[in-house]
């Protein structure tokens, strides 16, 4: 057998297996001989394509198809396959039952006894269909009322075990009891102070409030500019970064230098003119002299007025002053408008 003949084989067997494998999930099973049987619901809960059909929690077929009633949508119609071996009666009810709290959901066929010729179900027959709910499903009507007795007498244990617990006060549930009932009475009083605070200052708050939204409008309105001041920090920031900071600083510092000689230059001046001043108040020199001496002062006032008069009869008298070569004397005429000395 070639080799090309041994991959066609196995192609064919795998994909025969695939094709099983996916009617098996779909619910056809094409290997065994099987009966169909359709059931007819008014709500399947959620139940699936490929779910365990059980007899008594034997898995004796599958869901096969789930759809709707084409006359009626308010029906639900479910195929199943069940084994050929597998005599169902007439009368069989198919409940839809969950298999798990998870969801899982199957359905049970429950039947009494074993049918034989006419009174068995033939495939292509329709079968009764019940829904049945998860608690219903895991425990039965029947004994429904035992476990709820039997939960009615643990809850009531329960509940007087922390009665118990919570009336003494001396265990460690009634302190923390205890020490919770502190703890929200404090939260009361709490509560109430905070509320005593907030009315107190809702007129501060709505106030504040107030200034808030008129300074967040502000701050809308002026957004333009607030944009424009921040576009030129950026260019100033730009542009700072873009100088030479370094010839800049060598300018500056030439400039304080300058500035230090120039301080101390003016610092020289002001020396000198405090000596000055010093010689001044001692009575040095001429200024010294016409400050602090009253008889030089005096004098010099004197001097001042006799030239102010010398003048003053040069210009009124002229011609007595050309004629300083004529032996004729002309006598003296005091001016009218003369002062004289010192107000004579």
């Known amino acids: 057998m070639s080799r090309e003949i041994k991959i066609g084989i196995f192609a064919a067997i795998a994909i025969a ?18 009966n169909t049987f359709f059931i007819e619901y008014g709500n399947v809960d959620q139940l699936q394509n490929s779910a365990p059909v059980l007899v008594n929690g034997l898995g004796v077929g599958m869901v096969k198809n789930i759809y709707l009633k084409p006359d009626d949508y308010t029906r639900i119609i479910v195929e199943i396959e069940v084994t050929k071996d597998v005599r169902i009666p007439k009368n069989t009810v198919a409940e839809i ?20 010729g006419e009174d068995c179900a033939k495939s292509g027959d329709y079968l009764t269909g019940v829904t049945k709910g998860l608690l219903d499903s895991m425990v039965g009507l029947d004994k429904l009322e035992d476990y709820t007795d039997v939960l009615r007498v643990g809850v009531t244990k329960m509940l007087d ?39 107190a200052s809702k007129g501060d708050i709505i106030k504040i409030l107030d200034n808030f939204e008129v300074i967040s409008t502000s701050i809308k309105d002026q957004s333009d500019q607030i944009k424009n001041i921040i576009s030129n920090a950026d260019t100033f920031t730009g542009q700072l970064k873009d100088m030479d900071l370094k010839t800049t600083s060598n300018e500056a510092n030439l400039a304080i230098a300058n500035l230090k000689n120039t301080l101390a230059t003016a610092d020289k001046a002001l ?19 016409l400050i602090n ?27 007595r002053y050309t004629r300083i070569l004529s032996k004729k004397q002309i006598p003296y005429q005091k001016p009218q408008q003369d002062p004289g000395l010192n107000g004579e």
């Open 97 to 116: 039952i969950a298999t798990s709290i998870m969801g899982g959901k199957s359905i049970n066929l429950k039947f009494e006894g074993v049918c034989s």
């Open 17 to 34: 297996i695939a094709i099983i494998g996916y009617n098996y999930l779909k619910g056809k099973n094409l290997l065994g001989q099987n």
């Open 161 to 199: 075990t922390i009665s118990s617990q919570l009336k003494d006060k001396d265990n460690e549930v009634g302190k923390s009891l205890k020490d919770l009932q502190l703890t929200l009475q404090n939260l009361r009083s709490t509560t109430g102070q905070l509320d005593q605070m907030i009315a």
């Open 293 to 319: 001496d009253k008889t030089f002062h005096e004098n010099l006032n004197s001097a001042l007025t006799n030239l102010e008069l010398l003048l003053q009869d040069v210009r009124l008298n002229p011609k």
């Open 271 to 289: 020396a000198d003119i405090a000596a000055i001043a010093t010689k001044i108040k001692k009575g040095e020199g001429s200024l010294g002299l």
